[in-house]
């Protein structure tokens, strides 16, 4: 009952859409307002019918339904109800919803909105939110139904579908399957939700853009409009990718935060042109300039989260990640097809009238320096982007070189790993460049930096630095890599205290506040600017975590026996006991106990262990872990290996620094909170003359 | 007889073959786990996409990394063993594509890619370039000059008050 | 439009940039979107077509005997992905060599298993296990299973007298019965 009463929400929802898309048309082509006051309608309404929907399937999780093949799949008894809940986007058909619901959320929201300056913007961005919806509708109605139940015919053969067919009964098997043990953590609360609200949150932005190229609204309302949105999308973005990594390191077991997966590339990607965007529409707002590339960047920025949420669930690409094959894969690429030729049409037509005709007046100046961002930005983004779609490409050759026989020896089709090395390789550079750049451009002004003024702002910082790397040489420190890091992160701190120091003590002489009072003011009357240092700041301390995971982790592997130890640098483990047990939740663990000595000195005991689950009869290590902001030990039970008293296999991993990692990423979502934090004074009101262009639609 | 004579002759050349194989064998210590795990660092499992062959946990994996201590122990050497498991398994083992064919485009492109990035910036930097108009108007800490060419606009003016303002 | 004009001078806008910037858009995009769709088509598809000539492909065994195309034509070939490693395998594996052993005085019907990412020790001490008698190699490099477009082990492949694709089963037989019942239609030709 419950699943009708969410399918049928589902469909109505569906209609809904597809008559507000057609409404918010009409309104436009028109001139109407009433058609577009009824899109309006349309658009506020799906919310609260997915929320139904939503709920229904919660419902059904929590409760047990297993008839419902969903349920059975990523459901179980054994699992506690806060898990339950979150297996709604555990598998593909409910996070396909669990999208679709996070869309209309946001889609309503701005519908919320003051629109009375923009209302010619209205109908086109109802229109673009409401197709993505569809699009996300039309997959979970006819392809990845999540209310879809087991019926059992009277041979005993059993079936799956929406109504019932003639002649059967339901079968409601006893148990579900629950989800797959990696996924049963805490990260799973959060990580996929912060992922998805960054995704649907993109939408936004790009519906703006595409209204403004539609209207031919080419000045730059629409980014004033949409700035705090992308703000929050990036936010949200950041986010689930840091919880990934966090999670990934918690309980894939080899101490590893990011493995240039396939799955996590496809996630990475639009931060990426995101964060290129983030820095280029400051052009575009203090000096008019690079209104076609912003275009390009948001248009981009969408795409490629349609493609990423393509490449993950059609099967095209396997990874760890991927959600198994299915029929999707067709419908997502025709929506990709028609948006991405749609978005290039707009730009065409629109190019021209994006033109700027302000000039570039110095290479140091803040503007150059963010183009240059952007260009390491795209970079690193092409690198990735290939590294993703070369497989694609190898096996796409390979089928034709199957047809041509003279061109089968370059196109094998064989295939071929893009692994760790080569982004690693490729992308570290630039990575490097762009601390860097992060230490240059906060003293580099709008428009009149040149190589004096900007050589004079930083001679200061950069000894410091040097200094800082001669200490960490005289220190021990001999892996230039590392050398060459440091230094950089070095740089972009003091760059960036200083800025903060020099302002304050400016407004503290000026004022007569005390420093911290006018630390506190100068942050909250310009907290673009500062909550950007503190994001600076706070990806300096990862890139601290960074480069000390990646360069200088230390690991050893060996079976001991109880009582015996193993060795790695300063640390010694000892392996005290081994107890192996059944808990009441479907598990068997065993777990070790262990000391860990670091230069003889006792410093605590891990229990590193080994879960495995009977009912999916999956394994999975959990590492005993003990952190400090110098390093992590990090000890994991090789479960491959048989565990005993007499023999236990223990791998060790040492990992100086990586929890500045995570306490970089939590100053840098602070960061971005700042940044966005609604600001006291009313927006600015746009200086220059508008002339509205008729609606060429 | 006969049986006598011979058993003299195979006894000590049993004695004899023991010896040299319990030589041999004595001289090569078992490979420890991180030698073989240097090794699998470097290579792909070939049936879980994307995973190392050190922390693979499937049966599969565990005899591979068996097969490359045994190798190890019998005196191959590092390229030796990758060159073994391209052969047997397929060039996904390795963690970049052999550069050879269509695989080259992998190492190609993003370089290319990057440098024509760079040169359309160039270009259309050099197209946008107009120099400052007074190139020591600046005073010696960066920001916004004091003072506004007076040859500019009044409200271009304005828009750079907006701008000192953020 | 904006009104933003530093200086009446127009910098002679590139033109001729957008022209080839345009193409390149879209025939990037077009080669993108004709990528996604042949991979997607052939995944769709799924492993080696029904009534189709499969790959040609040379098996080496691990006795050093080789069997190809020659060695395949006009006879009834029924060929058997499979590993050490994989359970399912050896509940078809008692089944796959009694289907052997029945068949194998007819002269006109060929086994060959391939050892998929397998290792040789494991492979051959496999073989013990289960008595096979027919030929077996490994899939040197993965390419014969590349060129099937397997999904996993175990796999069996069956193909008529014609060199066409007679039949598929992408798990392990149940019975020997199910064996004979694939190829037993196809000796008559």
């Known amino acids: ?697 | 007889m006969l049986i006598k004579k011979s058993l003299f002759a195979i006894f000590p050349t049993l004695l004899f073959g023991l010896l040299v194989v319990g030589g041999v064998s004595a001289q090569q210590p078992t490979p420890s786990d991180d030698q073989v795990n240097a090794i699998a660092k470097q290579l792909y499992c070939p049936v879980c996409e994307n995973i190392p062959l050190d922390v693979c946990p499937t049966t599969a994996c565990a005899q591979w990394r068996e097969l490359i201590r045994q190798k190890l122990q019998e005196g191959w050497t590092e390229q030796q063993i990758k060159d073994y498991f391209v052969q047997q398994y397929g060039a996904r083992v390795l963690g970049t594509p052999p550069p050879k064919g269509i695989n080259w485009l992998v190492y190609l492109v993003p370089p290319v890619a990057i440098l024509a990035g760079i040169y359309v910036l160039y270009h259309t930097f050099r197209s946008w370039r107009r120099p400052t108009q007074q190139v020591d108007l600046l005073p010696s800490t960066p920001g916004p000059p004091a003072e506004i060419d007076p040859a500019q606009d009044e409200y271009v003016k304005r828009l750079e008050d907006e701008v000192r303002k953020r | ?189």
């Open chain 1, 1 to 697: 009952m419950v699943a009708n009463l969410g399918y049928g929400t589902l469909i109505i929802t569906f209609l809904v859409s597809i008559y507000g898309a057609v409404a918010a048309y009409i309104g436009a082509r028109k001139n109407q307002p009433s058609w577009v006051d009824s899109a309006r309608n349309a658009m506020l309404l799906t919310f609260p019918l997915l929320t139904i929907t939503a709920l229904s399937i919660i419902y059904l999780l929590i409760s047990g339904h297993y008839e419902v093949q969903y349920v059975t799949e990523v459901s179980s008894s054994s699992m506690p109800i806060y898990l339950r809940v979150t297996a709604l986007w555990g598998g593909q058909a409910g996070s396909l919803i669990f999208w679709s619901w996070l869309m209309s959320a946001f889609a309503s929201a701005v519908t919320l909105r003051k629109w009375d300056r923009d209302r010619e913007f209205l109908p086109w961005v109802i229109l673009v939110s409401l197709v993505t919806l569809a699009f996300f509708l039309i997959l979970s109605i006819f392809v990845e139904n999540p209310f879809v139940t087991f019926w059992q015919s009277a041979t005993g053969n059993i079936t799956t579908a929406m109504f019932q067919p003639a002649g059967t009964t339901h079968y409601i098997p006893q148990d579900g399957n629950g989800l797959n043990p990696l996924l049963r953590h805490p990260g799973m609360i959060f990580h996929p939700p912060m992922l998805y609200l960054g995704f649907v949150a993109f939408v936004i932005p790009y519906a703006f853009a595409m209204a403004a190229l539609i209207t031919g609204r080419t000045d730059d309302r629409w980014i004033r409009i949409t700035r705090r949105w992308t703000l929050v999308a990036w936010l949200f973005l950041s986010l689930g990718l840091l919880l990934g990594m966090r999670w990934a390191y918690d309980v894939l077991g080899w101490g590893g935060y990011w493995a240039w997966d396939p799955v996590e590339i496809a996630a990475f990607m639009p931060w990426l042109t995101g964060t290129a965007f983030l820095h280029s529409v400051m052009i575009q707002e203090k000096r008019g300039m690079l209104k076609q590339w912003n275009m390009v960047l948001i248009i981009l920025t969408y795409d490629l989260v349609i493609f990423g949420t393509f490449l993950t669930r059609s099967g095209v690409l396997s990874s760890v990640h991927a959600f198994a094959q299915s029929a999707i894969g067709p419908l997502f690429f025709a929506f990709i097809g028609l948006t991405f030729v749609a978005s290039l049409s707009l730009l065409s037509r629109r190019w021209n009238d994006l033109k700027s005709e302000v000039e570039m007046t110095s290479w140091f100046s803040r503007e150059a320096l963010f183009l240059l961002n952007n260009l390491l930005f795209i970079g690193i983004f092409i690198v990735c982007f290939w590294g993703v779609i070369f497989p694609v490409i190898s096996e796409a050759m390979g089928i034709v070189g199957q047809k041509i026989p003279t061109l089968a020896g370059v196109f094998t089709g064989q295939k071929v790993t893009v692994g760790p090395p080569y982004y690693e390789r490729a992308t570290g550079p630039q990575f490097a460049g762009l601390l860097l750049l992060m230490g240059i451009a906060p003293l580099s002004a709008w428009t009149y930096s040149t190589r004096k003024t900007l050589s004079n702002a930083i001679w200061k910082p950069l000894v410091a630095s040097l200094l800082v790397v001669a200490a960490l040489w005289i220190t021990g420190t001999r892996s230039w890599p590392a050398l060459v890091g440091f230094g950089l992160c070095a740089l972009v701190t003091f760059v960036t205290l200083f800025e903060f120091w020099r302002a304050a003590w400016a407004r503290h002489r000026t004022h007569r506040e005390n420093l911290l009072q006018s630390f506190w003011n100068l942050a909250g009357k310009n907290r673009r600017r500062y909550g950007g240092y503190i994001i600076h700041l706070g990806v300096v301390l990862m890139a601290l975590g960074i480069i000390g995971i990646e360069l200088f982790q230390t690991e050893t592997q060996g079976t001991i026996p109880q009582g015996g130890h193993i060795s790695l640098g300063q640390y010694t483990v000892q392996f005290d006991a081994l107890s192996v047990f059944n808990t009441t939740d479907g598990r068997n663990v065993a777990r070790a106990v262990v000391s860990v000595y670091k230069n003889g000195k006792y410093v605590g005991e891990l229990h590193p262990r080994r879960d495995y689950y009977y009912e999916s009869q999956q394994p999975m290590t959990i590492a005993g872990v003990r952190s400090n902001m110098e390093d992590d030990l990090y000890i994991i039970l090789v479960d491959w290996q048989p565990l005993s008293t007499t023999g236990a296999t223990f791998k060790i991993y040492h990992n100086p620094l990586v929890n500045w990692l995570w306490l970089g990423g939590f100053v840098f979502i602070l960061g971005t909170f700042v940044a966005a934090w609604p600001d006291k004074e009313p927006e600015m009101v746009v200086l220059r003359k508008v002339v509205p262009a008729a609606s060429k639609a």
């Open chain 3, 1 to 189: 439009m904006n009104e933003i004009s530093t200086s009446p001078t127009e910098t002679p806008s590139p033109k001729v940039l957008p022209r080839w910037g345009r193409i390149l858009a879209w025939v990037g995009l077009f080669a993108l979107l004709v990528i996604v769709a042949m991979v997607l088509l052939r995944n769709q598809q799924g492993p080696v077509a029904l009534g189709q000539k499969p790959p040609a492909f040379i098996l080496t065994t691990f006795d050093g005997q080789q069997f190809g195309p020659e060695e395949m034509a006009g006879k009834v070939v029924l060929v058997n992905f499979w590993a050490s490693w994989c359970k399912p395998c050896e509940q078809e594996a008692p089944d796959l060599e009694a289907a052997w052993r029945y068949y194998q005085p007819r002269g006109d019907v060929l086994f060959l298993g391939i050892a998929w990412t397998d290792t040789e020790s494991a492979s051959l001490a496999y073989i013990k296990k289960f008595n096979i008698t027919y030929p077996n190699g490994p899939d040197l490099g993965t390419t014969i299973s590349q060129a099937y477009r397997t999904t996993g082990v175990p796999e069996t492949y069956i193909i008529d007298k014609n060199g066409n694709l007679a039949s598929l089963k992408l798990s392990p037989y149940s019975s020997l019965a199910e064996i004979q019942a694939a190829i037993d239609p196809l000796l008559g030709q």
